[in-house]
């Protein structure tokens, strides 16, 4: 039978791969978003600074120096996750992620999908069809070229057989809709985590981003819970690890909200975990859900925080709350 030996937790924001020099790029797209959600309410920018100015962000966490160190924290604590990776070097990672109008679109958005074909495609936007701050972070979340990533046919089609029966009515394909790519959310770990190996994946999707078939909280921890009984019933005899891609706070910073959900991580509190305040978890945000469902999975290994690093960009406190962790 296989075995999970390793969870990942890691942020995987545009703004990880992005070279430091380009960071403003990041705060002037914030300036102009319309709709930044924080604690379940909507703000345009010019609100959000007023809403959040007696935090004295700026003060505490703009310039260059500062921006400079948190990008050294987060660039070691990658550098760890891909060093574990190699070092426990898994037969296989099931990747729990989410799609940002990728590979689903109107046409068809599934509240969680499996792929099981024999690969995967990356196909990078055509240059110039990004947003200048997406554009420089092409490398780690888009790739340069299409190029096709390995999966695990067998171990994909295991787990949509025993949630049928666990009672996931999950939706399950084999090809990508022609011209559509993988989501960032694998790129990023094919990018920068797996930088010494190459390991086969499964992926799966879960929409944390499009209303009205979000799976809640609790449906994700209780997923992540039958995803490991169906790893572990799968005769594969394989070593499996398990990741989440994505989170935790943004585009609007909620150190409140994060610390919840990592003393979760921590204290193996499925509880707390479940019960996090839907309204809360809107748009970037939304991606605290794969943590969730990995969270359910992996409940039998022990978590470490590799590390939390808050980057803010503005003085309205946009920006990413970047977390990195790992259970074994």
């Avoid at 060093?83 to 070097?89: G, Q, S």
């Avoid at 399950?172 to 010494?196: C, D, I, K, Y």
Wanted: proline share 6%; aromatic share 8%; net charge negative.
């Amino acid at each position: 039978m296989a075995q999970i030996v390793l969870g990942i937790g890691t942020s995987h924001s545009p703004h990880l791969s992005t070279a430091l020099k380009f960071w403003p790029l990041h705060a002037e797209r914030d300036r102009n978003n319309p709709d930044l959600r924080f604690r379940g309410v909507s703000y345009n920018y010019e609100q959000l600074v007023k809403l959040r100015e007696s935090e004295h962000i700026a003060e505490r966490e703009l310039g260059d120096d500062r921006w400079r160190a948190k990008h050294e924290r987060a660039e070691r604590a990658i550098e760890k996750l891909a060093d574990t990776l190699a070092e426990v070097n898994p037969d296989v990672v099931v990747i729990v992620g989410d799609d940002q109008e990728e590979m689903f679109l109107a046409d068809g958005m599934p509240a969680i999908a499996v792929y099981w074909g024999d690969a995967i495609e990356c196909i990078p936007p055509e240059f110039g069809t990004l947003p200048p701050s997406i554009e420089a972070s092409r490398a780690g979340n888009y790739g340069t070229k299409r190029e096709w990533y390995p999966c695990v046919p067998d171990l994909g089609k295991h787990i949509i057989q025993k949630m049928m029966v666990d009672g996931f009515d999950v939706a399950q394909l084999t090809r990508q809709p022609e011209g559509r790519s993988v989501g960032h959310a694998f790129n990023f770990v094919w990018n920068r985590l797996m930088t010494h190996r190459v390991i086969p994946m499964v992926p799966i999707t879960l929409n944390t981003y499009y209303p009205p078939n979000q799976p809640t909280p609790a449906r994700c921890y209780s997923f992540g819970q039958a995803l490991r009984q169906a790893i572990e019933s799968w005769d594969g005899n394989k070593r499996v690890a398990v990741l989440a891609s994505g989170g935790l706070s943004h585009f609007a910073i909620d150190e409140e909200l994060d610390h919840r959900v990592i003393d979760g991580l921590l204290e193996r509190d499925e509880k707390s975990l479940s019960t996090l305040p839907v309204e809360y978890l809107e748009t970037g945000s939304s991606e605290i859900r794969n943590w969730v469902a990995v969270a359910g999975a992996v409940e039998h290994l022990k978590a470490e925080l590799v590390d939390y690093v808050p980057i803010h960009r503005t003085p309205a406190g946009t920006g990413t709350g970047m977390t990195f962790a790992r259970w074994s």
